[in-house]
């Protein structure tokens, strides 16, 4: 064995909460060849990302290694001037956010910010480093490849953003980088592509990757080794097939087991029953390019209708138009039989009020400088007319429905709560409302699996408390089997499919659904390799090195 690329040795961080320090890693090691992945997994706050950063000798703000060692080919980290740092990080060692909506620069093109780092760092000059990332671009599956450089962030879908990061960090081929969730906002079928092309350039480049993840079927096609991270703490660490196959730890076969929820079925919707929201042969555009096309379909009071799709297949777009913020150019949304004036702006306030949306990324949904109880107070304010010490007891009623403690939470900052934590305000701030409907835009993708079930049990045992109906856009199909009772399927802005969610994962199925249900990793080292034998595909990521 070589000597290794990476080592961290029982290193110890801190985070600082009113002039306290307390412990988020502690004294945990990890060692990384090159050319090795190591998944990290562990649920919400376990210090998956925490311990990821500080690979990079780097801490966020509030937050400061304590002990322990961290080494990279050779250079301590912890004593290494900023000098040395500034040379090593984007050119060396790379790291892919989780969340690409919130870390690229919104006032700048996305190819200006992939040249950067090459062209600081003199890996490229202007040209050769433009010419390379549209190669990465297209290796990507990124559409117009030669073109959508030229975008801006908010221009693009979230997962077309996150494989723009991915491209951005592969730029100055590393010997290290970071993956935080890289494929977390990508549709099963785009994820797939991704994932290959990740995995071909560590092979190719000896690249070491530390993988951090809460989807363990897709971590069990990355890893070598699986670490796994408890509050903390190191829970056990194997080569991945003996982890999948027998871990030792209660904790870790919690983990392995936690896929169980499913929802009941329904009764049957009557007879002529109206519809709470109907989508009647929409379509859609941005500027003059056309996104959405005679789309169609109905949602029943009490029901959860799951929109799934690929990036760029219309989901949130349709939803857009649902609230009002897109205005349909042809069709129209109807509200209980009646329909609603098309844009947003020409509603009531109680047909605002009616329909909600829990947006997919909580990190940028919510105000950072509001407190918790702020966030939630104004929807019940603007809405429902309360103030004073009527407004803060429905404030605490809700903090109490997505079971998060009033006295504990309500002074808060978003920063100060966890991934799921943050999702579930966003959802008491839907409820806020009051709303017979609510759109729930991939309200899961970001979360592990642990937190994510919690999610949707709260969200099922809402829906059965407040009689609440759900339009659920997601790409993650075990999502659908658990909380669906009806399901779409849209692709290229066209409704292709479309039935209760039982007949839907029965063959035969559209050919586009049936390539949709293929693509869901499974909990098989051998997955994602047999599965592109099958398909035919060599090396999908080959190219996505691009040029030396």
């Not at 600082?16 to 945990?28: A, C, H, L, Q, Y």
């Not at 092309?197 to 993840?213: E, G, K, M, P, S």
């Not at 479309?498 to 051998?526: C, I």
Request: net charge negative; with cysteine; glycine share 8%.
């Amino acid at each position: 064995m070589t000597e290794p690329l990476l080592k961290m040795r029982g290193v110890e961080i801190e985070g600082r909460s009113d002039e306290t320090w307390n412990p988020i890693i502690n004294g945990v090691d990890l060692t990384l060849q090159r050319g090795e992945v190591l998944g990290l997994i562990g649920e919400s706050g376990a210090g998956k990302s925490t311990m990821g950063l500080a690979a990079m000798g780097y801490t966020r703000d509030g937050v400061r290694i304590s002990g322990g060692s961290i080494e990279f080919d050779g250079i301590d980290l912890l004593t290494a001037s900023a000098a040395v740092k500034r040379d090593l990080l984007g050119k060396r060692i790379a790291y892919v956010a989780q969340s690409a909506a919130a870390s690229f620069n919104p006032a700048h093109r996305l190819i200006d910010q992939h040249v950067e780092a090459p062209m600081q760092h003199g890996v490229m000059d202007r040209s050769e480093s433009e010419e390379d990332g549209m190669e990465l671009y297209r290796k990507l599956r990124l559409p117009n490849p030669d073109e959508i450089g030229f975008r801006y962030p908010h221009q693009v879908s979230g997962g077309q953003l996150q494989r723009a990061m991915t491209a951005m960090a592969m730029s100055c081929r590393p010997d290290l980088i970071i993956f935080d969730e890289p494929t977390t906002a990508l549709d099963v079928t785009t994820q797939i592509e991704v994932l290959s092309a990740i995995r071909d350039i560590v092979t190719q480049f000896r690249t070491a990757a530390i993988y951090i993840t809460h989807d363990l079927a897709v971590v069990a096609q990355m890893s070598d080794r699986i670490k796994v991270l408890l509050k903390g703490d190191e829970v056990e660490t194997s080569d991945t097939r003996t982890m999948l196959n027998a871990p030792t730890q209660e904790y870790t076969k919690s983990l392995w087991a936690v896929r169980s929820f499913e929802r009941p079925k329904k009764p049957a919707i009557a007879t002529g029953a109206v519809p709470l929201v109907s989508i009647k042969n929409v379509d859609a555009s941005y500027g003059t390019a056309k996104v959405l096309h005679d789309v169609s379909f109905d949602m029943h009071a009490g029901r959860t209708v799951a929109v799934v799709g690929e990036s760029g297949s219309g989901k949130s777009t349709t939803a857009r138009c649902i609230t009002g913020l897109l205005p349909p150019t042809v069709g129209q949304v109807l509200l209980e039989g009646e329909p609603l004036p098309a844009s947003y702006k020409k509603r009531s306030k109680d047909q605002l009020r009616q329909v909600q949306m829990i947006y997919q990324m909580a990190d940028t949904a919510l105000n950072p400088r509001m407190s918790i109880g702020q966030i939630i107070a104004r929807p019940v304010q603007f809405y429902l007319g309360l103030t004073g010490a009527e407004k803060r007891r429905r404030v605490d009623q809700l903090l109490e429905q997505i079971e998060l403690e009033p006295t504990e939470y309500y002074n808060r900052l978003p920063s100060e709560l966890s991934g799921g934590q943050k999702q579930r305000i966003g959802i008491a701030r839907a409820l806020a409302a009051e709303p017979k409907f609510i759109i729930c835009d991939e309200v899961t993708s970001a979360l592990d699996q642990l937190v994510a079930e919690g999610i949707l049990r709260l969200l099922a045992d809402l829906q059965d408390d407040l009689g609440l109906t759900y339009m659920f856009i997601t790409h993650d199909l075990a999502k659908v089997r658990a909380i669906a009772d009806e399901v779409v399927v849209m692709k290229d802005g066209r409704v292709v499919e479309q039935g209760p969610k039982d007949e839907m994962f029965r063959p035969p199925h559209h050919a586009y659904t049936d390539l949709l249900l293929s693509s869901v990793p499974e909990m098989d080292p051998n997955w994602l390799t047999n599965l592109l034998e099958e398909r035919g595909v060599d090396n999908i990521g080959d190219a996505a090195v691009g040029k030396m």
